[in-house]
């Protein structure tokens, strides 16, 4: 909170026009002589603490007032002291907060307030001696007297497949990805500082680069990288399609004088996006809820329709993270989530949904080549009544898992699941998640009616079934820095065939073959740059290209094809076939079976490509 505090002979102000969020029991004019004038901003930050920043201000303004003799109090909202200012209802909240507190004070204070959310016009006039003009900046949780927050508990253990319950300790010795998952979750000591492997390549390969002209962690996007993110939400779609979901689409900024979107706005840990639109404050969303719910809202529901599935590929979402934190595509501040949200009849449908979508997220991991490990999270209630459940799931998924139970519910979910690829330092990647929200819906009234006429505010379910799409490609690339011969899978891969004529007469022959594989759905271009054949092949390694064609003159005169086939390729040691046409089609379609295609964003031709970087 911001204060500024003036000493004045006389102050009045009169409302003349209201807004949107005006308060509607004002007094629409009033004055007072000798008073301390008190023009206050509530910032976004008083929402942590409402009790205590009314509890400091008070403090200040008493002292004040005490000091320069005064008892008349005028308080003013005053929303230009800031630019970070708090929801319409918690600026409220708070200044009739510091209103009743200041009356309740034994130095029979005079106190009065204009309203808040009208254009007013107002007269000062001010004293003039040295301490007629103060300002004070207010934190929550700075005063002495601030109550603890409530400390919630946190007992980790792991479940195995076989329903054994083990110490998680046990788990964090070695080298293995779930291991790795469990040494964080217990908050052994990391590799902080080291940048990670993901951050040379995505711009080595001109797949994404950091944007200098935005603010920190906003992107610009290449051909071959937006390629490659297009292909991977066209993957999540045809996914949740078949899941039966239904896409949508939604703003990316909300109205925080809503009431729903305020509280649900502060339940969410990470930092905001907010701004001045006019004069309605506003924010940019952290994920598709906002409007998903506000759909459901608006929606006629019957208990015959659920579970219903709503989807949308949030571009994009929006979290203030701390400067420092923001690194490569692993942290950003803008980025694509793939959110899907779904509205359960009760808790016992709830939990058969979760169990399909948390298998969705594994399987994303294998479809995607990058090994997940899970670690599932929940109040101590849910664990005791469906512990039975929890261990279900885990004997489903195979593997053993890491269990968090919280003392008690501090968020809109009651159990969530994050699953996590580990990065070439041995560092989460957390992707895929499913939540089980019991807040949402009563916040944004969304509700059916039983046969009986009863109201029912139903569980909602939170799904992404890959993480954002930037953690998908973060987790790729690091995968690769495990490997011999780093790859993308064929079906991503920016390029899946490189055409290499040895001469120049044999680029008429390669566009012949190019065109019957483009017409196959096969992503090729042709080198035809003036440029040694040894280097052409070099360069085709680097953009790591799957399938390598040599064009020259014995493949026009027969027809077989000299392929280089980098998945089956070792370290320095290339791995060539001979293969007719056909088989090279046939071959580039069994590695992408299944999977969605788009054709080549870069030219055909490598002598007319551009170098982004």
Request: hydrophobic share 40%; charged share 30%; glycine share 6%.
């Given at each position: 909170?911001?204060?500024?505090?003036?000493?004045?002979?006389?102050?009045?102000?009169?409302?003349?026009?209201?807004?949107?969020?005006?308060?509607?029991?004002?007094?629409?004019?009033?004055?007072?002589?000798?008073?301390?004038?008190?023009?206050?901003?509530?910032?976004?930050?008083?929402?942590?603490?409402?009790?205590?920043?009314?509890?400091?201000?008070?403090?200040?303004?008493?002292?004040?007032?005490?000091?320069?003799?005064?008892?008349?109090?005028?308080?003013?909202?005053?929303?230009?002291?800031?630019?970070?200012?708090?929801?319409?209802?918690?600026?409220?909240?708070?200044?009739?907060?510091?209103?009743?507190?200041?009356?309740?004070?034994?130095?029979?204070?005079?106190?009065?307030?204009?309203?808040f959310g009208w254009y007013k016009a107002f007269t000062l006039s001010c004293k003039g001696h040295p301490l007629?003009?103060?300002?004070?900046?207010?934190?929550?949780?700075?005063?002495?007297?601030?109550?603890?927050?409530?400390?919630?508990?946190?007992?980790?253990?792991?479940?195995?497949?076989?329903?054994?319950?083990?110490?998680?300790?046990?788990?964090?010795?070695?080298?293995?990805?779930?291991?790795?998952?469990?040494?964080?979750?217990?908050?052994?000591?990391?590799?902080?500082?080291?940048?990670?492997?993901?951050?040379?390549?995505?711009?080595?390969?001109?797949?994404?680069?950091?944007?200098?002209?935005?603010?920190?962690?906003?992107?610009?996007?290449?051909?071959?990288?937006?390629?490659?993110?297009?292909?991977?939400?066209?993957?999540?779609?045809?996914?949740?399609?078949?899941?039966?979901?239904?896409?949508?689409?939604?703003?990316?900024?909300?109205?925080?004088?809503?009431?729903?979107?305020?509280?649900?706005?502060?339940?969410?840990?990470?930092?905001?996006?907010?701004?001045?639109?006019?004069?309605?404050?506003?924010?940019?969303?952290?994920?598709?809820?906002?409007?998903?719910?506000?759909?459901?809202?608006?929606m006629h529901i019957s208990p015959n329709t659920l579970p219903m599935k709503l989807y949308e590929l949030s571009?994009?979402?929006?979290?203030?993270?701390?400067?420092?934190?923001?690194?490569?595509?692993?942290?950003?501040?803008?980025?694509?989530?793939?959110?899907?949200?779904?509205?359960?009849?009760?808790?016992?449908?709830?939990?058969?949904?979760?169990?399909?979508?948390?298998?969705?997220?594994?399987?994303?991991?294998?479809?995607?080549?990058?090994?997940?490990?899970?670690?599932?999270?929940?109040?101590?209630?849910?664990?005791?009544?469906?512990?039975?459940?929890?261990?279900?799931?885990?004997?489903?998924?195979?593997?053993?898992?890491?269990?968090?139970?919280?003392?008690?519910?501090?968020?809109?979910?009651?159990?969530?699941?994050?699953?996590?690829?580990?990065?070439?330092?041995?560092?989460?990647?957390?992707?895929?998640?499913?939540?089980?929200?019991?807040?949402?819906?009563?916040?944004?009234?969304?509700?059916?009616?039983?046969?009986?006429?009863?109201?029912?505010?139903?569980?909602?379910?939170?799904?992404?079934?890959?993480?954002?799409?930037?953690?998908?490609?973060?987790?790729?690339?690091?995968?690769?820095?495990?490997?011999?011969?780093?790859?993308?899978?064929?079906?991503?891969?920016?390029?899946?065939?490189?055409?290499?004529?040895?001469?120049?007469?044999?680029?008429?022959?390669?566009?012949?073959?190019?065109?019957?594989?483009?017409?196959?759905?096969?992503?090729?271009?042709?080198?035809?740059?003036?440029?040694?054949?040894?280097?052409?092949?070099?360069?085709?390694?680097?953009?790591?290209?799957?399938?390598?064609?040599?064009?020259?003159?014995?493949?026009?005169?027969?027809?077989?094809?000299?392929?280089?086939?980098?998945?089956?390729?070792?370290?320095?040691?290339?791995?060539?076939?001979?293969?007719?046409?056909?088989?090279?089609?046939?071959?580039?379609?069994?590695?992408?079976?299944?999977?969605?295609?788009?054709?080549?964003?870069?030219?055909?031709?490598?002598?007319?490509?551009?170098?982004?970087?």
């Open positions: 909170m911001r204060l500024l505090l003036i000493h004045s002979d006389h102050i009045e102000y009169e409302a003349r026009k209201k807004t949107k969020v005006a308060e509607e029991d004002a007094v629409p004019k009033d004055a007072l002589d000798e008073a301390l004038a008190v023009f206050c901003a509530v910032e976004s930050l008083d929402e942590e603490n409402i009790d205590d920043v009314v509890r400091q201000a008070v403090e200040e303004i008493v002292n004040t007032a005490r000091q320069l003799g005064t008892s008349n109090i005028m308080i003013y909202p005053y929303a230009h002291l800031s630019s970070d200012l708090a929801p319409p209802e918690v600026a409220v909240s708070v200044l009739r907060g510091i209103e009743g507190a200041l009356r309740e004070q034994e130095d029979g204070f005079v106190v009065k307030r204009a309203p007629s003009e103060l300002s004070r900046t207010i934190t929550p949780g700075e005063g002495a007297s601030t109550a603890a927050k409530k400390e919630i508990e946190h007992e980790f253990f792991v479940i195995t497949p076989e329903g054994e319950r083990r110490d998680a300790n046990e788990y964090a010795a070695g080298n293995t990805p779930f291991a790795s998952l469990v040494q964080k979750e217990l908050g052994h000591p990391g590799k902080e500082g080291v940048e990670p492997a993901h951050v040379d390549l995505m711009r080595a390969k001109e797949l994404v680069d950091y944007e200098p002209r935005s603010d920190v962690g906003h992107l610009r996007w290449m051909p071959r990288g937006k390629l490659i993110r297009d292909l991977l939400a066209d993957y999540v779609l045809s996914q949740v399609l078949d899941y039966g979901a239904m896409p949508v689409e939604t703003p990316v900024m909300y109205d925080l004088a809503d009431r729903a979107i305020a509280e649900h706005a502060a339940k969410f840990g990470e930092r905001q996006y907010r701004f001045k639109s006019g004069n309605r404050d506003m924010m940019l969303r952290f994920a598709a809820c906002f409007g998903m719910f506000s759909i459901m809202n608006d571009t994009y979402s929006f979290r203030h993270e701390q400067k420092g934190e923001v690194i490569g595509l692993k942290r950003l501040r803008a980025f694509t989530m793939p959110d899907m949200h779904t509205l359960c009849r009760d808790m016992e449908g709830a939990l058969a949904v979760f169990e399909e979508q948390l298998s969705m997220g594994w399987k994303s991991g294998r479809d995607l080549e990058t090994p997940l490990v899970g670690v599932f999270r929940c109040t101590r209630d849910f664990f005791e009544q469906y512990e039975p459940w929890v261990k279900k799931i885990v004997a489903d998924s195979g593997v053993p898992m890491l269990i968090e139970v919280l003392s008690e519910r501090s968020h809109y979910w009651i159990a969530k699941v994050d699953l996590a690829a580990i990065d070439a330092q041995g560092r989460p990647i957390e992707n895929p998640t499913v939540q089980i929200d019991v807040e949402s819906a009563g916040r944004f009234d969304i509700s059916y009616y039983t046969p009986e006429g009863q109201e029912i505010h139903p569980p909602i379910l939170h799904c992404s079934p890959t993480g954002s799409i930037e953690r998908v490609i973060c987790a790729m690339l690091e995968n690769t820095a495990t490997q011999e011969v780093p790859s993308f899978p064929t079906w991503l891969a920016p390029t899946q065939v490189r055409l290499v004529p040895v001469a120049e007469r044999h680029v008429s022959f390669a566009e012949d073959i190019a065109a019957r594989l483009r017409a196959a759905a096969i992503r090729v271009d042709i080198d035809d740059r003036d440029e040694s054949v040894n280097r052409k092949v070099r360069e085709a390694g680097m953009d790591w290209v799957p399938y390598v064609v040599m064009i020259g003159d014995l493949e026009a005169e027969t027809g077989r094809l000299t392929v280089t086939i980098r998945r089956l390729s070792e370290k320095k040691i290339p791995y060539r076939e001979t293969m007719t046409e056909s088989e090279l089609i046939q071959a580039v379609r069994m590695e992408s079976d299944g999977k969605p295609f788009r054709p080549l964003y870069t030219p055909g031709y490598l002598s007319r490509k551009p170098r982004f970087i």
